[in-house]
């Protein structure tokens, strides 16, 4: 075995200093579409009134900018089933946010964005989330039976379709990482949800004294079908996965359909809790 590893390496070496020919490729190129981050999380205990929505462009991926925030819009969220209005005011950095947003359970909302004299929409309704009644840690829930996870406990509501975004992210990292969840399976039921970063993680798997961030969303059935999705294209194509195209989300352009938007307008009730392993 040690003999044929030594062969493939020679191999590859040889090839590695015998090509030297330059090889250019041809990198498909996209139109520039504006994209909208619009998700207006309120956290139970708070009032909810602070929001803001990110606008930019999107870029080329070998683009020496990749930061293109857009500057010259309108943004107004409508409550439609009380028909009050929120103007979000223009930052000059790409933000746009109100201080005064009004959030309402299962009231639904209209989103309105002015840009290049194109008018895009996108409607979506505030969905609540149940609590979470406690959080453990332990080594039996996972794929490794040997590796610590955080486990989050709730009661999912009875008699209804719930969907659950959850956020994981260890203090002091950059990175965090999303689950989605619904109740088909576990409706009415007490349900822990486990958690853990194995040792081919980039950050590292937990241990003791480690502290994780969770926080859990409750999301609407069209966010959870488009961010299913999303999830499975950024861990990749698999064998028989379908090959990765453009994600459409809820933001429609009423003036010309052909330049559509990316992103989403979200609207969602959060609850957050830390644990810390011992």
């Known amino acids: ?37 619009a998700s207006l999380d309120w956290e139970k205990g708070t009032s909810g009134n602070n929001q803001t929505i990110k606008l930019s462009t999107s870029s080329a991926y070998f683009a020496e900018n990749q930061d293109n925030p857009v500057t010259n819009a309108t943004v107004k969220v409508t409550n439609t089933n009380t028909l009050e209005e929120f103007i979000f005011t223009n930052e000059n950095n790409g933000n746009y946010s109100t201080d005064s947003f009004n959030p309402i359970v299962n009231n639904t909302y209209d989103l309105e964005i002015v840009y290049n004299n194109e008018t895009y929409t996108a409607t979506e309704s505030l969905k609540p989330v149940t609590d979470i009644t406690r959080v453990e840690q332990s080594t039996d829930k996972g794929f490794d039976d040997e590796i610590l996870e955080v486990n989050v406990f709730f009661n999912d509501p009875e008699d209804e379709e719930n969907y659950y975004l959850f956020k994981y992210k260890e203090s002091g990292d950059l990175l965090f990482e999303l689950e989605d969840a619904d109740d088909e399976f576990i409706n009415g039921n007490e349900v822990g949800w486990w958690y853990e970063k194995d040792e081919d993680d980039e950050q590292g798997e937990f241990t003791v004294g480690d502290q994780v961030e969770v926080e859990m969303y409750g999301i609407s059935k069209a966010y959870f079908n488009y961010i299913r999705t999303l999830i499975e294209q950024s861990e990749g194509v698999g064998l028989f996965s379908a090959t990765p195209v453009a994600l459409k989300g809820n933001c429609i352009n009423q003036t010309n359909s052909e330049n559509y938007a990316h992103g989403f307008f979200r609207l969602t009730q959060v609850v957050k809790t830390k644990y810390t392993f011992e």
Request: aromatic fraction near 10%; charge should be negative; proline fraction near 3%.
């Open 1 to 37: 075995m040690k003999s044929y590893i030594k062969l493939i390496t020679l191999f590859a070496i040889s090839i590695f200093f015998s090509c030297e020919d330059v090889i250019d490729l041809e990198v498909q190129t996209a139109p520039e579409r504006l994209t909208i981050e």
